[in-house]
């Protein structure tokens, strides 16, 4: 099982109410690297401003895989022309429809988003 390199878990304070936190994320499996955007709320348009900062992080001549869920903004028509013309650097693996549940929604261990980068 991989372990990230700090010595503590990271921990995000807020107040304890029913308002939701909502963070594109990616670590590197290599070195335990952590890019985060914080997006509100989650479509197309902020979907791909967070590739956008994850290509950024990326080492060069590496490809980056994102395993990502079926939401409907990582199928977005917009995203194609900048997916087609970013494919050598990055690739889009999505969840097969067997990780949700009946109702739709995904598991627990599936539930977050995580991209692989820099190996």
């Known amino acids: 099982m ?6 503590a878990d990271p921990v995000l304070f807020h107040a304890p ?3 939701s936190v909502a963070v594109f994320g990616a ?4 070195d ?12 197309a348009e902020t979907f791909l401003a967070f590739l956008r900062l994850l290509l950024r992080h990326a080492r060069p001549n590496r490809k980056i895989i ?5 939401a409907r903004y990582h199928h977005a028509v917009v ?6 013309a970013h494919r050598s650097r990055l690739q ?5 429809a067997c990780a949700c549940t009946q109702t739709g929604r995904l598991t627990a261990p599936t539930s977050i988003t ?3 980068f820099g190996n």
């Open 114 to 116: 995580l991209s692989v």
């Open 32 to 43: 335990g690297r952590l890019v985060t955007l914080s997006a509100t709320p989650f479509n």
């Open 27 to 30: 670590v590197c499996s290599a």
């Open 66 to 70: 994102s395993v990502v869920d079926n």
């Open 17 to 19: 109410t029913r308002k």
């Open 92 to 96: 889009l693996d999505f969840l097969s």
């Open 2 to 7: 991989w372990i990230p390199p700090e010595n």
């Open 79 to 84: 995203l194609k022309p900048w997916l087609d």
